[in-house]
């Protein structure tokens, strides 16, 4: 595996192109949306859905034109939509080490903005004229909806099941990623096999992902996350370290997580290292690590079945960056 700064410089090109892209299609007249839309655009994102769009159309052999960059950029607007709605459904302070835009404009604005940039997603597939991707992306973006809705019903759900946390999963995260590496292989006319294996990939790929990204809610450093460690646990969600610690605990450890995670009035940094004591005591940290580190290494089977090729190398270096990465 390629060091991060070395898988830095391979993409630099691409990331690139991908910026300036994103600049010249999500503009609005209205300009109060450009001014939200920058905010969460240009914070630093690492545009991995826009990559994984173009590094799969070039593993099934389409070469890259500014025409594969303007489709790829449609992931990224979808995705910073959902982090706007996400933000304010969570209240969260932060997001990407700046203040979370619906502290600077309220919750309706950022609401609706996140609306445009789903539209603006939405007429960028359209325009590409191609009946299989915009099938694609409206089947994403309703998973996407439906996990949004699933993880805040499921809030303080203390017996949520690793199988319904997989599923929440898949819908608030693994499917857009699954649907850029599908839209990758379809823009590039991949053929019967190719199609199938990239969106396993993608999923896979988003299953590690949103795994790392929840254990960096209990492990992470502020400074390198850009958002308030313990989130989650504060807000009750119940993610894999949690379901893991309640699976393995002995009873009275597990009233305790209960209580622990419930009491959101009292939700000190006390209770969070409490939690976290606990979860380590049962070894729901490693546990977790090692979950993410089956699908990364499933992801990387799927990619086994194409032809070596610098498209497919870089595809693995960012799936096996994602089990080391910080933010």
């Known amino acids: 595996m390629r060091t ?78 959902t982090l706007l709605h996400d933000d304010v459904v969570d209240g969260a302070k932060f ?5 979370a835009a619906h502290h600077l404009w309220g919750n309706q604005a950022v609401i609706l903005v996140g609306d445009f940039l789903y539209s603006r997603a939405i007429r960028i597939a359209v325009e590409e004229g191609n ?47 699954a649907a ?31 795994i790392t990204d929840d254990l960096l809610d ?3 450093v502020k400074d390198e996350t850009g958002k308030d460690i313990g989130t989650d646990f504060k807000e009750g969600k119940v993610t894999l370290p949690y379901i893991i610690a309640m699976e393995r605990a002995e009873p009275t450890d597990r009233e305790e997580l209960i209580a622990l995670i419930k009491e959101k009035e009292a939700a000190t940094p006390e209770n969070f290292k409490r939690a976290c004591e606990l979860m380590k005591k049962y070894d729901a940290f490693s546990a977790t690590h090692d979950r993410a580190k089956e699908y990364v290494e499933k992801a990387c089977q799927e990619l086994a079945k194409f032809e070596p090729s610098p498209a497919r190398d870089l595809l693995i270096d960012i799936a096996q960056y994602v089990l080391t990465r910080k933010h």
């Open 4 to 81: 991060k700064q070395e898988i830095i410089a391979a993409i630099a090109p691409d990331l690139e192109k991908i910026e300036e892209t994103l600049s010249q299609n999500f503009a609005s007249y209205v300009p109060f949306i450009n001014e939200v839309s920058r905010h969460i655009l240009f914070a630093g994102g690492k545009r991995l859905r826009p990559l994984l769009m173009v590094l799969s159309a070039r593993l099934c052999g389409e070469p890259t034109s500014a025409k594969t960059y303007r489709l790829s950029v449609l992931f990224e607007y979808l995705h910073a939509a």
């Open 95 to 99: 997001r990407r080490g700046r203040k």
């Open 131 to 177: 009946m299989d991707v915009l099938d694609v992306i409206s089947q994403t973006t309703t998973l996407m909806s439906e996990g949004e809705v699933l993880q805040l019903i499921n809030l303080d759900n203390v017996e949520l099941t690793e199988e319904k946390y997989f599923d929440v999963i898949f819908r608030k995260t693994a499917a857009l990623m």
């Open 180 to 210: 850029a590496c599908e839209v990758g292989a379809i823009y590039a006319r991949g053929n019967s096999w190719e199609r199938p294996a990239l969106k396993a990939f993608g999923t896979y790929l988003g299953y590690a992902f949103q």
């Open 218 to 220: 209990y492990l992470g």
